[in-house]
């Protein structure tokens, strides 16, 4: 089953579809890495993201089935780190939207699934298949079934392949379908910023 979820920033400005969802047209994964943790906590949203071991509910899918209905020019992103890793948000209300490669280059998006409708999320996402980086969880994580991301990045796979060979890659919404470059400039987190973000 696939069907369309929509998604929305904690204050409605930016709202949008992701096309086609289902089980077996994306991953939903659960991340416990560090940059999924600091992220939150720099924009204010971790008591509303974040679970109980410090899990984000991540869903991973083709980049050309995101639709922006409204709010773009409220768009940001942002580098935490010297990653490629793209973190893309609503500066309006500060709500973690999505993961990208920091160009269109490698095409995937990752959509934050706390900003997706409750009523059908669930349902059309299907259960988390694993849980990344359980080492930098929140307590106990040892009974946490856990996915690698050599297994993620194996399905995957396909789907990028399809966004190459397709052109699809071009046809995503938070890049310049020539330059392949993000719509808004990235700002990156200085070396400062970063300490401080973990000492908070």
Known sequence: MTSDLSFACDCGAVSGTLLGVGPDAGDHVTCHCTDCQDL?????????????????????????????????????????????TLRWYAKCCGMPLFNTYANGKLPYITTQL?????????????????????????GDTSHLPKM????????????MIKDLLSGDRRRCALFDAKTLEPIVTPHRLTSEERQALRRS
């Open 148 to 159: 690698s991301m050599a297994g993620l990045m194996r399905r995957f796979f396909p789907r």
């Open 40 to 84: 939150t906590h720099h924009l204010g949203h971790a008591d509303r993201v974040l679970d109980e071991h410090g899990g984000s509910s991540l869903y991973q899918s083709r980049c050309a089935t995101l639709r922006i209905a409204s709010g773009r020019d409220q768009l940001a992103c942002v580098h935490l780190t010297e990653k490629p």
């Open 114 to 138: 706390s900003a997706c409708d409750p009523a059908s999320r669930a349902e059309l996402v299907g259960p988390s298949r694993g849980h990344l980086f359980t080492q930098d969880g929140v």
